[in-house]
């Protein structure tokens, strides 16, 4: 029973243009919300976070949003850039050490 | 700066073969965490340890078996390998009550 989806297995959009991933979860007991980015023959890494008692964080061009009511959270890249083409997944945790991953999406930024 | 390190990056077995996965993380984190990750299914816990001498079961535990009795080093054992264990097998560690976890490289692993 996946607790975390990401229906959209990938996404294409024009260098310049904004991406919008979205993820939705089914536990209300997550209080901690992540996404990772993910290069071929890489580790996932890092992006950016936010906690449940916040509705958006923003850092540089990425900016997370969380809808808790719906249990939707997504990330914007705005500009979108050629390096951003990796696979991005959405995680989330109860507690800290039990994180639960999204499936991934495919992000390709057309130059 | 190593962070997270994997041995070995790629492997094969046979079916009933044994192998154990390394993962060695220089960043003094308390939490260390075994994924898989497989086609259209992201990234599954399999074990995670909270502290030296300590292990727990995640998602998919079934099959495996993991160890912490160094601070700095997470095995994963594989003790009678099936094709189904194959998979994309990633290490990752946190500081204590810190969400940014530190993933290594990924070791493949095909089972025949």
């Known amino acids: 029973d996946q607790q975390v989806k990401q229906n959209s297995p990938s996404l294409s959009v024009q260098e310049g243009r904004i991406s919008i991933l979205n993820c939705d979860y089914t536990?209300?007991?997550?209080?901690?919300f992540l996404w990772y980015k993910k290069y071929p023959a890489e580790g996932p890494t890092f992006l950016i976070s936010?906690?449940?008692?916040?509705d958006k964080n923003e850092d540089g061009r990425f900016t997370v949003f969380l809808n808790k009511s719906a249990k939707h959270l997504s990330l914007h890249i705005v500009p979108s850039q050629p390096g951003d083409s990796a696979v991005y997944f959405c995680a989330a945790s109860e507690i800290h050490n039990d994180m639960r991953f999204g499936a991934g999406t495919r992000l390709t930024v057309k130059p | 700066n190593a962070g997270v390190t994997q041995t070995p990056k790629f492997r094969v077995l046979k079916t009933g073969q044994s192998m154990t996965l390394l993962c060695a993380q220089d960043?003094?984190?308390?939490?260390m965490y075994w994924y898989r990750q497989d086609p259209g299914m992201g990234l599954r816990l399999i074990h995670y340890s909270v502290g030296e001498g300590t292990t727990a079961k995640g998602e998919v535990p079934d099959g495996y078996n993991v160890s912490r009795l160094k601070k700095q080093n997470f095995l994963l054992g594989l003790e009678s390998a099936a094709p189904s264990q194959t998979s994309v097998y990633f290490c990752?560690?946190?500081?204590?009550?810190?969400?940014?976890?530190?993933f290594g490289q990924g070791t493949r692993l095909t089972v025949v």
């Open positions: 990752a560690s946190t500081a204590a009550l810190s969400t940014e976890a530190f």
């Open positions: 536990n209300s007991m997550f209080d901690y």
């Open positions: 936010i906690s449940s008692i916040k």
């Open positions: 960043m003094n984190h308390e939490y």
